[in-house]
């Protein structure tokens, strides 16, 4: 089975500029969220998606969105860059069954330079 | 929210000594308390996970205990090995039909010395 897939590897983009990050989960995984990892701050909740509906959303600002599509697949846009965003940001799937929340898999991240 | 901390944020062991990490969560409504493991350079892994209805889980050389009085758990790793070395990370959430979502500490870089 292949993992979960997130593309791209390696980005750069300058302050004020947009980023879409994409994510595809292993098969049969329904339940995808994103994480934000920093040196400083660890790794931090952004949102989950399940069945194409954000189901919890973390602490970030407004300009931080995602979606979800009918095949599981799910992307993530920061607009309005900033220094700060500079992370490495990943994606994991669940397959969760009656509820119960379960093992996380982790794809190896995007990691994006904001300049 | 949920709060999470973790302790130490490094921890320098001998092979073959024993390590733990030890975490204390806010919510006591928390109920799955799982440990990722991030080796350099690559993705978190899980390696063992708790659920409130139990007070102790091992495999192999790695257990976890929680004490939900004192809202704590704990990661024990028995004689250590060089392979061990990485992050580590503890997480707590609660499951129910609402959702996946994990608030994790902080880390603690395990460095084993052979």
């Known amino acids: 089975k292949a993992g979960v897939t997130q593309t791209p590897r390696y980005l750069i983009k300058t302050r004020g500029q947009q980023v879409t990050l994409s994510c595809s989960p292993i098969s049969g995984h329904r339940s995808v969220s994103w994480y934000q990892q920093t040196p400083g701050q660890g790794l931090q909740f952004l949102f989950e998606y399940f069945s194409e509906t954000q189901r919890n959303k973390g602490n970030f600002p407004g300009r931080f969105s995602g979606r979800q599509f009918s095949n599981s697949r799910s992307e993530m846009n920061v607009s309005t860059l900033e220094l700060g965003d500079s992370a490495l940001y990943l994606c994991?799937?669940?397959?969760?069954?009656?509820?119960?929340?379960?093992?996380?898999?982790f794809g190896e991240g995007s990691r994006l330079t904001v300049l | 929210g949920e709060n999470v901390e973790q302790h130490p944020s490094t921890l320098s062991v001998q092979e073959g000594d024993s390590a733990v990490i030890k975490c204390t969560y806010s919510?006591?409504?928390?109920?799955?308390f799982p440990w990722y493991k991030q080796e350099l350079g690559k993705r978190p892994q899980l390696i063992i996970d708790i659920r409130s209805n139990v007070g102790e889980k091992k495999d192999q050389r790695i257990a976890v205990t929680l004490n939900k009085t004192a809202k704590h758990f704990s990661l024990h790793i028995t004689e250590t090995q060089p392979e061990d070395s990485a992050v580590y990370f503890c997480?707590?959430?609660?499951?129910?039909?609402?959702?996946?979502?994990?608030?994790f500490g902080g880390g603690t870089r395990l460095m084993v010395k052979p």
């Open positions: 997480a707590a959430s609660i499951s129910n039909n609402a959702g996946n979502m994990l608030t």
């Open positions: 919510d006591s409504a928390s109920n799955y």
């Open positions: 994991a799937s669940s397959y969760l069954a009656g509820g119960n929340t379960g093992e996380l898999f």
